[in-house]
Structure formats: C-alpha cells, structure tokens
C-alpha cells in the first residue's frame, strides 16, 4: 500500500510558489534586454553622426599632390611623403570601412518581442497564479532568447566600427604630426 501512495504523489503535479517572483525577474529581464536593443542603435546614431564628420574632415585635407614630388625627392622626403600617403590612405579606408558597418547596423530586422495579445487568453485566467506566472515565464524566456544574439551580434559589430573609427582618428592625428614637421 505505501508504494501504491508513493506513486500518487510522484503523479500529482508540483507546485512552483516562486514562479510569481520569478515572473518579475522575467519580466525585468525582458525590459533590461529591450532597453540594451535600443542602446545599441542610440549609440550606432551618435557614431555615426560622429563618423561622418570625421569622414568629411579626412577626405577633404587629403594631399594627394604630392605624388608628383616622389621623383625628384631624396631619401627622407620620399620616406615622408611615403608615410603620409599610407597613413591618408589608411585614415580614409578606416573611416569609410566603419561608416558603412554602422549604416548596416541602422538596418533593422524583425526583433521578437512579447506577444501582449497572447495574454488574452480566457484560458489563462482560469489557471493559478502560479500557472499563469508559469505560462509568462516561458514566454519571456522563448523572447529573450531570442533576442540576446542579435544583441551580441549588434555590439560586436559596433565595437569593431569603433575601433576602426579610432584607428582613422590615430592615422590622421599622424598625418598632421608630419605635415606639421613634428
């Protein structure tokens, strides 16, 4: 008889008294990765208002005249005149690189998000608080999973436009250390 009891009970389902603290986490969870989602863009548009500038600025004071000086040049001119030309070039090619990351980082896709209308479910309401919490747990679990790689995707791309907008930075500030004679 005691195994037969020991069987009902293993039967009957488990109670979860936490989920509805755990909903709220969820729903914490949820809010805190749609707000880093919208950071990345906010910080994709101030990059590349940024960048822009930067772009402007190193293609307009590229001296590309001095090309012609490379014949008639001695040794430490034409290393000089050399160095400029890389360090222009790589500016430039850093800088345009990174506009075009972030521009396509502007590009949205179709993100998950919790379906709101879902909850308007009658079934839903008929069910335990404890079920309920349960039901959104798995919904804002299934969401933000969802979403995390896009977000890892998203600022691992911003991080590397970043690094080569300070790149271009560098290589320009060098540029103008050796038009300046320093």
Request: hydrophobic share 50%; net charge positive.
């Amino acid at each position: 008889m005691r195994t037969r009891e020991k069987r009902k009970d293993s039967i009957l389902p488990k109670k979860y008294p936490s989920a509805e603290f755990l909903h709220n986490v969820c729903l914490y969870d949820y809010q805190r990765v749609l707000d880093s989602y919208d950071k990345v863009y906010e910080k994709t548009n101030i990059a590349l208002g940024f960048s822009g500038v930067i772009l402007l600025v190193i293609v307009s004071s590229i001296d590309y005249t001095m090309i012609k000086r490379i014949a008639t040049a001695t040794n430490l001119e034409l290393f000089t005149i050399l160095m400029l030309l890389l360090c222009s070039a790589g500016s430039a090619i850093c800088i345009v690189w990174a506009v075009i990351q972030l521009l396509l980082l502007m590009k949205s896709r179709a993100v998950t998000v919790m379906d709101s209308i879902s909850i308007r479910n009658e079934e839903i309401y008929r069910e335990s608080n404890e079920d309920a919490a349960l039901w959104m747990i798995d919904k804002y679990t299934k969401v933000i999973n969802e979403i995390r790689p896009q977000i890892q995707k998203k600022q691992k791309t911003f991080n590397a436009a970043v690094i080569k907008i300070i790149i271009a930075v560098i290589l320009y500030a060098i540029v103008l250390l050796i038009q300046k004679g320093l």
